[in-house]
């Protein structure tokens, strides 16, 4: 059963060109506005270029931002136009259903986050002292956090233009408090206990470290386990919403 929804909603996605370019082409673009926005800035002998830094962090956002647009407007359509309903009348159970909805984006998501990090690394000249691969299991752990969201956020909408209004609540306050434009130990003590609960901080602190060493640390793999813990939480507090009626 969870092979079977995997495989029916990649074959949906496949079927929907610009969902495809949403996902695989949209967070390079925006790479490249980030890369050439800086392209002219002068820098002393030796200074790490401005896109080495806001680059990498954007490597974790924009995916992130993508996936949950994406996931959380797609299963609306399947709850709205019954294909949810009429799954959970046969015997498939919830659980499946449920992760087989986030294996496909899942798939997507880490499609996404390669093509991406490949695009700042190879394309864009992406130069920091840690592994790539490091990059790019943040990154993907990032995009399937936006799948869970985006899952758990579809429940509470009723309409396409609802599911989007969730962005100002749910994802750019995480932006503002992950540590992109303030150290978050910089900040007051409200804020800063407020984005110890956001996931995407802890991407960025990652991503931050994996930056400044050139092997894996303890930090790097605590911040790790934390997302991958939120991930599993997201999932677990989605799976309620799959109802066998939609109101």
């Known amino acids: ?30 790479l490249a506005f980030i890369y050439y926005l800086f392209e002219n800035e002068t820098l002393p ?23 949950f647009l994406v996931t959380s ?5 399947e709850r709205t136009s019954g294909t949810l309903e009429r799954l959970l009348t046969t015997p498939i159970h919830k659980a ?32 920091i002292n840690g592994n790539p691969a490091l990059v790019v299991l943040v990154a993907v ?8 969201l985006g899952l758990l956020c579809s429940a509470f909408a009723r309409t396409e233009f609802q599911a989007v209004q969730f962005m100002p609540v749910v994802v750019i306050p995480q932006i503002l408090l ?14 800063e206990s407020l984005s110890n609960i956001l996931p ?17 640390t303890a930090a790097i793999l605590s911040d790790v386990v934390v997302m991958a813990g939120f991930v599993v939480v997201v999932l677990a507090l989605a799976s309620p919403t799959l109802r066998r009626r939609t109101p």
């Open 1 to 30: 059963m969870l092979g079977a929804t995997t495989t029916r909603v990649l074959r949906q996605l496949r079927g929907d060109p610009r969902s495809i370019a949403l996902i695989l082409v949209v967070p390079a673009v925006l």
């Open 45 to 67: 002998p030796g200074a790490p270029r401005t896109f080495d830094r806001v680059g990498l962090m954007m490597l974790a956002i924009f995916p992130f931002v993508v996936m």
């Open 73 to 77: 407007i797609t299963m609306l359509r």
């Open 96 to 127: 499946d259903l449920l992760f087989g909805y986030a294996l496909a984006f899942s798939i997507m998501a880490a499609l996404q986050s390669l093509v991406a990090t490949g695009v700042a690394y190879w394309i864009f000249g992406l130069n």
């Open 141 to 148: 752990i990032n995009s399937v956090l936006g799948v869970a």
């Open 178 to 191: 992950c540590g992109l434009f303030v150290a978050r130990d910089q900040m007051n003590a409200v804020l």
């Open 200 to 216: 995407l901080s802890y991407s960025v602190d990652a991503l931050q470290e994996i930056a400044r060493s050139a092997s894996p």
